[in-house]
T-cell receptor
Framework: EAQVTQNPRYLITVTGKKLTVTCSQNMNHEYMSWYRQDPGLGLRQIYYSMNVEVTDKGDVPEGYKVSRKEKRNFPLILESPSPNQTSLYFC???????????????FGAGTRLSVL | QKEVEQNSGPLSVPEGAIASLNCTYSDRGSQSFFWYRQYSGKSPELIMFIYSNGDKEDGRFTAQLNKASQYVSLLIRDSQPSDSATYLCAVRNQGGKLIFGQGTELSVKP
């Protein structure tokens, strides 16, 4: 089954304790991305990756790091989490756009993070 | 001005009615337009995409695009309680970036 898998689904942590949220896709997609979703603000892109070893900042990259050492994995790292990073996080991936498939982005199930 | 704007709602319609969801965008060079459905606590799910001016129909869903007026809409015919969700409009702008609106909450009352 084609899917984007995030772990953990729920996480409660304390300020300053480094954490990693993993993301893996089994569709051989080149493009992967991380979003955060907050009430009233919609989905905002944190980082994205066009391919292995190629990453770039999105709209809200401060306080986050990513890496793309393998095509299937795109972990999100919070080196020193703060309460303002409490949010719902989504990983997404997509293949190259074609007229038939469109520009379809597949989302993981989400990770709800609370930083105390 | 936000790049992609939607009314946050909630939009309430009776079962069986047509639900009309609207979205406006600011980048006139935008090329691709998407509607995602998101149930509470779940991930967004793509339901429609449209590139060309006019209508695109898929079952009970119709996407309408008017590039001159810079709006895209989603019509849901014969609305069902299971359609109750937040609908996200997303626009890929001229620079290739996918921008999401904040979403419109739809409630279909039995």
């Amino acid at each position: 089954e084609a899917q984007v898998t995030q772990n953990p689904r729920y996480l409660i942590t304390v300020t300053g304790k480094k954490l990693t949220v993993t993301c893996s896709q089994n569709m051989n997609h080149e493009y992967m991305s991380w979003y955060r979703q907050d009430p009233g603000l919609g989905l905002r892109q944190i980082y994205y990756s066009m391919n292995v070893e190629v990453t770039d900042k999105g709209d809200v990259p401060e306080g986050y790091k990513v890496s793309r050492k393998e095509k299937r994995n795109f972990p999100l790292i919070l080196e020193s989490p703060s309460p303002n990073q409490t949010s719902l996080y989504f990983c997404a991936s997509k293949r190259r756009q074609t007229p038939l498939t469109g520009d379809i982005q597949y989302f993981g199930a989400g990770t709800r993070l609370s930083v105390l | 001005q936000k790049e992609v704007e939607q009314n946050s709602g909630p939009l309430s319609v009776p079962e069986g009615a047509i639900a009309s969801l609207n979205c406006t965008y600011s980048d006139r060079g935008s090329q691709s337009f998407f509607w995602y459905r998101q149930y509470s606590g779940k991930s967004p799910e793509l339901i429609m995409f449209i590139y060309s001016n006019g209508d695109k129909e898929d079952g009970r869903f119709t996407a309408q695009l008017n590039k001159a007026s810079q709006y895209v809409s989603l019509l849901i015919r014969d609305s069902q309680p299971s359609d109750s969700a937040t609908y996200l409009c997303a626009v890929r702008n001229q620079g290739g970036k996918l921008i999401f609106g904040q979403g419109t909450e739809l409630s279909v009352k039995p």
